[in-house]
């Protein structure tokens, strides 16, 4: 079946520090990619998405790109900031799925902490 | 636009009660998603429909927890009776048909405390 595996958190830097946080994922079929973000108190976002290989999903600074041959989809920011601190789900929709419509597969979510 | 709508927003009951978590999806999406999140085990996809038509009920812990959807707008998650290992935050989610990259939408939760 369909899995995604992130990279354990809490992830603490400081700000304007570089992030990565790594996503790798198995799918029966060519899935969809995205990534989500937590804040607290409140419901996932979408942060950004890919939806085929080598395509790459951009927003609000962050950067992620669909890797095929490595099955991978690491989320990357140049420079961090105290109000990026959330948690951060990857996730996949395999296509493939007969009768998965839009469900998605999600990751366990990496705890980012952003200190001055 | 209104996103998501979820009620209440927090919900404190004795266990043994009756528990009824509401969901108002986003109009004109034809999915919806109910999802319990805890420290334990993270985010867990309990139901979706398609059409107001549950689609898989498989991550439905057990009897105790049934879901509706009796129209395109209102969707209902209840838990009867209520057991403290129940409490979590439940959030309900929507999302188009169409390509699979279509996003899901998420409301704000339900913070369940079963005493």
């Known amino acids: 079946g369909d899995s995604v595996t992130q990279m354990e958190g809490p992830v603490t830097l400081s700000e304007e520090a570089f992030l990565t946080i790594n996503c790798t994922y198995t799918a029966t079929g060519y899935p969809s990619l995205f990534w989500y973000v937590q804040y607290p108190g409140e419901g996932l976002q979408l942060l950004l998405k890919?939806?085929?290989?080598?395509d790459k999903g951009s927003n609000k600074g962050f950067e992620a790109t669909y890797r095929k041959e490595t099955t991978s989809f690491h989320l990357e920011k140049g420079s961090v900031q105290v109000s990026d601190s959330a948690v951060y789900f990857c996730a996949l929709s395999d296509r493939q799925v007969t009768g998965g419509g839009n469900k998605l597969t999600f990751g366990t979510g990496t705890q980012l902490k952003v200190e001055l | 636009d209104a996103g998501v709508i979820q009620s209440p927003r927090h919900e404190v009951t004795e266990m043994g009660q009756e528990v009824t978590l509401r969901c108002k999806p986003i109009s004109g999406h034809d999915y919806l998603f109910w999802y319990r999140q805890t420290m334990m085990r993270g985010l867990e996809l309990l139901i979706y429909?398609?059409?107001?038509?549950?689609?898989?009920d498989s991550g439905m812990p057990e009897d105790r927890f049934s879901a509706k959807m009796p129209n395109a707008s209102f969707s209902t998650l209840k838990i009867q009776p209520s057991e403290p290992r129940d409490s979590a935050v439940y959030f309900c989610?929507?999302?188009?048909?169409?390509?699979?990259?279509?996003?899901?939408?998420f409301g704000d939760g339900t913070r369940l405390s079963i005493l």
């Open positions: 429909f398609n059409n107001n038509v549950p689609i898989d």
């Open positions: 890919a939806t085929k290989a080598d």
């Open positions: 989610a929507s999302s188009s048909a169409g390509a699979v990259d279509q996003p899901q939408h």
